[in-house]
């Protein structure tokens, strides 16, 4: 069966320093890949999406960005946090995405 | 306007109620539908997929209505557990991606 692994489940890290969230997925190949973030009390928001390696789709202008070095590899990063980066980060893969996704179980992101 | 909208609440009903929760979509072109329940700092799961003719799975009930471009949630019988936040969630093949409404939070009261 598919699993999918985030990590960490929590981070406080200071503005300005760097992060990197990283995801997994185990049991297919060639899954589509997610990241949204969610603020506190608001809905998802997508940040990017991946359909294969080295392919990484932007939806909003931030300073993050995303990476796919690996098929089953997923990973957030960013040079220098902002206050406003704080939030929920979910990562999420489907083989079709109108077959709905599955989240990893997120990391709470509190910069300070 | 947004993409896909729902009513905030909370909606604060006693157990063994019978509780609908409505969702709004503005592209027409859209060709999945869903209701995901998220826990108070979980991830969301999949609750339910929602086709066309409308569906059951146990006391939850999901129904389409593509002309009014509007998706309901009616759930039965309602449980402690029951209480969470539920996303209405739209996919159309042009963006490729899922959107998500804010969510509806219910809670269930003894």
């Known amino acids: 069966s598919q699993t999918i692994h985030q990590w960490p489940a929590t981070l406080v890290q200071p503005v300005g320093s760097p992060l990197s969230l990283e995801c997994t997925v185990e049991?297919?190949?060639?899954?589509?890949l997610y990241w949204y973030r969610q603020a506190a009390g608001r809905g998802l928001q997508l940040l990017f999406y991946?359909?294969?390696?080295?392919?990484i789709s932007s939806e909003v202008p931030q300073n993050l960005s995303a990476s796919r070095p690996q098929d089953r590899q997923f990973i957030l990063s960013s040079k220098k946090l902002l206050l406003s980066d704080s939030g929920f980060y979910l990562c999420?893969?489907?083989?079709?995405?109108?077959?709905?996704?599955?989240f990893g179980s997120g990391t709470r992101l509190t910069v300070v | 306007r947004k993409e896909v909208e729902q009513d905030p609440g909370p909606f604060n009903v006693p157990e063994g109620a019978t509780v609908a929760f409505n969702c709004t979509y503005s592209n027409s072109a859209s060709q999945s539908f869903f209701w995901y329940r998220q826990d108070c700092r979980k991830e969301p799961k999949l609750l339910m997929s929602?086709?066309?003719s409308g569906n059951e799975d146990g006391r939850f009930t999901a129904q389409l209505n593509r002309a009014s471009q509007y998706i309901s949630l009616l759930i039965r019988d309602s449980k402690l557990s029951d209480s969470a936040t539920y996303l209405c969630?739209?996919?159309?093949?042009?963006?490729?991606?899922?959107?998500f409404g804010s969510g509806t939070r219910l809670q269930v009261q003894p």
């Open positions: 999420a893969w489907s083989m079709d995405h109108v077959l709905g996704y599955t």
């Open positions: 049991g297919t190949s060639n899954p589509n």
């Open positions: 969630v739209v996919g159309d093949t042009g963006r490729r991606a899922l959107t």
């Open positions: 991946s359909v294969g390696i080295g392919q």
């Open positions: 929602v086709y066309s």
